[in-house]
């Protein structure tokens, strides 16, 4: 069977949806996951945007090992030397180096001539040859080019060294019949284009991001670029686990394969979400809270009676755990262990000893703990933001005819302030407190509540964005008591933005 290079780019085109940023140490754990996973390349940042990005993508290509780790630079030298020295450590680096050509963009953004471009791009992967033998070359908004143009510039790519040509959908502007035909004039069009992996990078502005995916797959390419959650600039990108599981759900159709693990789509699903604060709608194929459950009596009925009635894949395919009633109050370390690796957690001494800790608490504030709970309590551990701010205490007074008043105790440096704040209800206290302690000028833009397990000890997960300056970040929490999931949240998103700053610091300082 033909395989499909999975080109996974969570960590920089999905890092673009707004509000998503993810700092160095949440990288490195996603990126660490990739290679579980079993994704064949990781796009870990674009070198050039920041010196953020620039160590994020040099700590990958030092630290992660099992992937090819590939850095973004536009068709410049500057940016190619940039995203060079980054990947540089990696077993195996690429550069991906990109330039438009569509009229569109080349009248209002480039102000430059069709042979103007052509000329840069063939000069780019020249110039990006000279670094590294894996040289990807993507023709930004490819699908509103002109076909010929495209062909020309990417017969000229290929003869410059490129291995890989990429077609992006930028916008999300095709429609599968489309996509499919304009990747089987590529192919017989361009002389050369047996010497390099046709890829394919759809946005989902139309929702069609997958589809046209799947499309351009059929017709010939052999690699396609996808974010877990399908999170990515304004409406996202093509979903890894939709194109995966698609192709492993029909593979007689489809007639190829990847080399995706995939019992490791919904842990990586998780920490995706966990990491960057983006919610998964319920009705998410494959990884969203109701893909797997059946509602209706005759669904219900038919499936109990043969699974394959109603579902086309199994659960445990995509390692979504089974709300099984797994440990309680007196189950032991070594239960929770065990427990742990069947969900695929391998903690070490230390980690396990918090993560322990924590489940004890949970235990003491709820009856029964399942597999989710385990799951939140250790994916919110594994996913954690440096802490400028952590939470030490909180407690809150509220009722009818009360004024809602809470304490918060924060530790700040070496220091713990505590504060006393009043509110229209104890979240709005607790968070007037938090505001006044950290001396944040951000605002508040989203809040959301979800509980995790059914009941009404289950565990409560709050999601919030904060905004400062132009720039969102979303932050999240999870606990039994939903006044200190949202505490929680809060500090969380207030580190993030902390970070960010001290991080935008050291641009303007390295400048
Ligand atoms: O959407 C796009 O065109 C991109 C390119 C940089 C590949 O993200
Ligand atoms: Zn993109």
């Known amino acids: 069977m033909r395989i499909i290079k999975i080109f996974d780019t969570t960590l920089r085109d999905g890092e673009q949806s707004p509000g998503a940023s993810m700092h160095v140490e949440e990288k490195l754990q996603v990126a660490h996951q990739l290679v579980k996973l079993g994704v064949d390349i990781i796009e870990a940042g674009f070198p050039i945007a920041s010196h953020g990005d620039f160590e994020a993508v040099n700590r990958i290509a030092r630290e992660v090992r099992g992937a090819t780790i590939a850095g973004l630079a536009r068709a410049r030298h500057a940016d190619i030397e940039r995203a060079a020295d980054a990947v540089k450590p990696a077993d195996s680096g690429r550069i991906h180096t990109f330039i438009a050509t569509s009229d569109i963009h080349l009248q209002y953004k480039l102000r430059m001539s069709r042979d103007q471009v052509y000329e840069a791009a063939v000069d780019a992967v020249k110039y990006a040859r000279k670094f590294t033998d894996d040289v990807e070359f993507s023709a930004e908004d490819a699908t509103r080019s002109d076909w010929d143009f495209l062909c020309r510039i990417t017969e000229g790519a290929i003869k410059a060294g490129a291995s890989t040509i990429n077609i992006p959908d930028t916008v999300g502007y095709t429609v599968p019949q489309e996509f499919e035909e304009l990747i089987a004039y590529l192919f017989n069009t361009v002389p050369n284009i047996d010497k390099a992996t046709i890829s394919v990078h759809c946005h989902n502005d139309l929702g069609l991001a997958v589809a046209n995916s799947l499309a351009a797959i059929l017709n010939g390419a052999g690699q396609v670029e996808c974010t877990v959650n399908g999170i990515g600039e304004r409406a996202g990108n093509a979903s890894l686990e939709e194109i995966v599981m698609a192709l492993k759900t029909r593979p007689k159709f489809f007639d190829v394969d990847t080399r995706i693990n995939t019992p490791e789509i919904y842990k990586t699903s998780r920490l995706v979400r966990k990491i960057t604060g983006i919610v998964v709608q319920p009705n998410k194929a494959i990884v969203g809270a109701n893909a797997f459950a059946h ?217």
Request: glycine share 8%.
């Open 295 to 511: 509602e209706s009596g005759i669904h219900q009925d038919g499936f109990l009676k043969e699974r394959s009635t109603y579902e086309i894949m199994e659960p445990e395919t995509v390692g979504v755990p089974q709300s099984t009633l797994v440990l309680g109050k007196h189950s032991g370390r070594h239960a929770f262990k065990a427990r742990l690796q069947v969900l695929g957690y391998q903690l070490s001494e230390e980690e396990l000893n918090t993560a322990f800790d924590k489940f004890k608490h949970l235990c003491d504030q709820k009856k029964y703990v399942f597999d989710e709970d385990i799951e939140t309590l250790v994916a919110e551990q594994v996913a954690r933001t440096p802490e400028v701010f952590s939470l030490v205490d909180l407690t809150a007074e509220s009722g009818m005819n009360r004024t809602p008043t809470a304490t918060v105790r924060l530790k700040v440096g070496d220091e713990i302030i505590s504060l006393t704040q009043v509110g229209d209800g104890p979240v709005d206290a607790a968070y007037k407190a938090i505001a006044a302690i950290t001396k944040t000028r951000s605002s508040l833009t989203r809040f959301e509540v979800k509980s995790i397990t059914g009941g009404t000890d289950a565990l409560g997960e709050v999601v919030v964005a904060v905004e400062e300056e132009g720039r969102t970040v979303r932050g999240s929490g999870s606990d039994t008591d939903i006044i200190i999931a949202a505490a929680k949240a809060y500090v969380n998103a207030l580190n993030k933005l902390a970070i960010r700053r001290r991080d935008t610091q050291q641009d303007i300082e390295s400048i």
